[in-house]
């Protein structure tokens, strides 16, 4: 497959992360977690995130996602999200068919919801024919690669939590936001009042696994049943903690990410020199979302993968991975310009 712009996933595996890997593969270790790897990691998760943080490891960020909503939520609650949120749009409706609950969805225009947007969906308390407002999700960064600050987190779970509900992150490209924010993964969560957590790596350089990570103590009950239940139980966990290991102990998460959003900045510059593409949000992290004419498209698709966004408005989102080489974006933008 020729290197592209398609998705972060797309890019191999950093190859800190490989060795460790390899480096757990000796001896024997108990399944399913019970390991010595997996519970120098689990401390690990409790010095990032806070000593009361319990973490779950799982096969992906639907996985996760759904675990977290779990924790929240039972089949007659409901979860608000943007309309863009990828609970909502990317997970082929897991989270209704595994929690039950329904998810209100709000239209953003930059893919981040304020409080003011929520409360638009804070009614029908007590009413027992509506599904109750139980949860509040947010992705950070949003599907459309813009940045929640850390008020604007705090002030979402203070909103939720005077209603008696919880604020659940979307994390799967958490490092990506941390850089450019020039914050800590505690500061952006923790610190904020977020009630729990999808912690992803797989698009920054791990091979696979994610991680739900519950920061409200309260929420912490029969988790270990749940995961078996969605069959996001990994026997040989420990090849899936020592990842985490090597991405949060030698910087991995950090160079990864710094590299994936400069290299979003390189091609958002390029692209300043091809007048038909409109770039349509602010490129904050390794996203870029494009408005080009429909025949440009097609005939770039022809040499390069990458996902239609928004067929209707012309638009389509070209991602930059750890591993995307400054020869990459000028290749491309250099076809483009020449179509």
């Given at each position: 497959?020729?290197?592209g ?6 890019s191999?595996?950093?190859?800190e992360v490989?060795k460790a890997i ?9 399944a399913?977690?019970?390991?010595e ?9 409790k010095t990032?995130?806070g000593?009361?943080?319990?973490v779950?490891?799982?096969f992906?960020g ?9 924790a929240m939520c039972?089949s ?6 943007a309309?863009t ?5 990317d997970e ?11 998810l209100l969805t709000v ?13 638009t ?5 007590g009413?027992?024919?509506?599904s109750q ?17 850390v ?5 979402l779970?203070?909103l939720a939590?005077?209603y008696?509900m919880?604020l659940?992150?979307d994390?799967?490209?958490?490092a990506?936001a941390?850089v450019a924010l020039?914050c800590?993964?505690k500061?952006?969560?923790t610190?904020c ?6 912690f992803?790596?797989?698009k920054?350089?791990?091979l ?17 049943y749940?995961r078996k239940?969605m069959s996001?139980?990994c026997?040989?966990?420990r090849?899936?903690?020592v990842?985490?290991e090597?991405y949060l102990t ?6 990864n990410a ?15 020199s091809?007048p038909?593409?409109k770039?349509?949000?602010p490129?904050?992290?390794n996203s ?5 004419p ?11 993968f990458f ?14 991975s750890?591993?995307?080489?400054v020869e990459d974006?000028?290749?491309f ?5 020449n179509?």
């Amino acid at each position: 497959m020729k290197r592209g712009f398609g998705s972060d996933n797309h890019s191999g595996v950093s190859p800190e992360v490989l060795k460790a890997i390899a480096d757990a593969n000796v001896e024997h270790a108990l399944a399913y977690g019970d390991d010595e790897y997996c519970e120098r990691v689990v401390k690990l998760f409790k010095t990032t995130f806070g000593e009361q943080a319990s973490v779950y490891f799982v096969f992906n960020g639907t996985g996760a996602n759904v675990l977290n909503i779990d924790a929240m939520c039972r089949s007659h609650h409901a979860v608000v999200c943007a309309e863009t949120a990828h609970i909502n749009v990317d997970e082929c409706g897991a989270p209704q068919r595994i929690v039950g609950c329904r998810l209100l969805t709000v239209p953003t225009p930059d893919g981040k919801l304020t409080p003011e947007l929520v409360k638009t969906q804070l009614h029908g308390f007590g009413f027992e024919h509506h599904s109750q407002p139980r949860a509040i999700s947010i992705s950070q960064p949003t599907e459309l690669g813009t940045l929640y600050t850390v008020e604007e987190i705090k002030a979402l779970a203070d909103l939720a939590h005077s209603y008696g509900m919880y604020l659940h992150v979307d994390g799967a490209r958490l490092a990506n936001a941390a850089v450019a924010l020039g914050c800590s993964f505690k500061e952006m969560t923790t610190d904020c009042g977020v009630d729990c957590l999808s912690f992803g790596g797989t698009k920054n350089g791990l091979l696979m696994g994610e991680s739900s990570v519950i920061l409200n103590t309260e929420l912490d009950v029969d988790l270990k049943y749940r995961r078996k239940q969605m069959s996001q139980l990994c026997s040989k966990m420990r090849f899936m903690a020592v990842q985490f290991e090597a991405y949060l102990t030698t910087g991995l998460w950090r160079r990864n990410a710094e590299h994936s959003n400069q290299m979003a900045q390189l091609l958002y510059a390029e692209l300043q020199s091809v007048p038909q593409v409109k770039v349509m949000y602010p490129v904050q992290v390794n996203s870029v979302f494009a408005q080009l004419p429909r025949d440009v498209w097609t005939a770039l698709q022809q040499d390069y993968f990458f996902y239609d966004w928004d067929e209707a408005e012309n638009v389509v989102r070209w991602m930059c991975s750890f591993d995307t080489t400054v020869e990459d974006i000028k290749n491309f933008v250099a076809a483009l310009r020449n179509i």
